[in-house]
Antibody, heavy 115, light 112 residues
Framework: EVQLVESGGVLVQPGRSMKLSCAASGFTFSSFPMAWVRQAPTKGLEWVATISTSGGSTYYRDSVKGRFTISRDNAKSTLYLQMDSLRSEDTATYYC????????WGQGTLVTVSS | DIVMTQGVLPNPVPSGESASITCRSSKSLVYKDGKTYLNWFLQRPGQSPQLLTYWMSTRASGVSDRFSGSGSGTYFTLKISRVRAEDAGVYYCQQVREYPRTFGSGTKLEIK
């Protein structure tokens, strides 16, 4: 059974940093591109970033480019999202998801950016 | 960026009836391999999104055949036959033709 478990979401002040993790199991992690998608409270889904199987290619939405970094450790079957210079508009539940078709999703982790 | 525009449903839909959700893209989602890179998701209240269909019309593993996706390069429909209470939630279309990936704003389905 595919499992994705996100962690690391907390309350943080604007301008600070945090790192999210997504532990994967039940599939060959290194064979799938991975992505982060977020959802602000009561809002719709918003793609954040995608990383290729090897980690050699990464893609970001404009609003996080230069502030967020997606990475992966295939030996640990774990996906990461380093988030710097956080803004209030980054407040959201962050989901990790698999492949280009976003087939499997974790339960999400809530990031709140507020002073 | 490709803009995804979703339609509104005349809620609530009576149980056992059919419902069709529409989605339009600002650019063709047909890639040079001939596939149409359009996904449909359902997000039930309090849950994570669930993939329903990919490549516009291919059902994801374990998804009921009551869900069927169709369309052209820029206009798409997700049809739900014989709706049930468990189908209630928000449906999202998403293009994966190019970056940035973009979602529609969502279409809410309520069941009567």
């Amino acid at each position: 059974e595919v499992q994705l478990v996100e962690s690391g979401g907390v309350l943080v002040q604007p301008g600070r940093s945090m790192k999210l993790s997504c532990a994967a199991s039940g599939f060959t992690f290194s064979s799938f591109p991975m992505a982060w998608v977020r959802q602000a409270p009561t809002k719709g889904l918003e793609w954040v970033a995608t990383i290729s199987t090897s980690g050699g290619s990464t893609y970001y939405r404009d609003s996080v480019k230069g502030r967020f970094t997606i990475s992966r450790d295939n030996a640990k079957s774990t996906l990461y999202l380093q988030m710097d210079s956080l803004r209030s508009e980054d407040t959201a539940t962050y989901y990790c998801t698999t492949g280009w078709e976003f087939a499997y999703w974790g339960q999400g982790t809530l990031v709140t950016v507020s002073s | 960026d490709i803009v995804m525009t979703q339609g509104v449903l005349p809620n609530p839909v009576p149980s056992g009836e059919s419902a069709s959700i529409t989605c339009r893209s600002s650019k063709s989602l047909v890639y040079k391999d001939g596939k149409t890179y359009l996904n449909w998701f359902l997000q039930r209240p309090g849950q994570s999104p669930q993939l329903l269909t990919y490549w516009m019309s291919t059902r994801a593993s374990g998804v009921s055949d009551r869900f069927s996706g169709s369309g052209s390069g820029t206009y798409f429909t997700l049809k739900i036959s014989r709706v049930r209470a468990e189908d209630a939630g928000v449906y999202y279309c998403q293009q994966v033709r190019e970056y940035p990936r973009t979602f529609g704003s969502g279409t809410k389905l309520e069941i009567k």
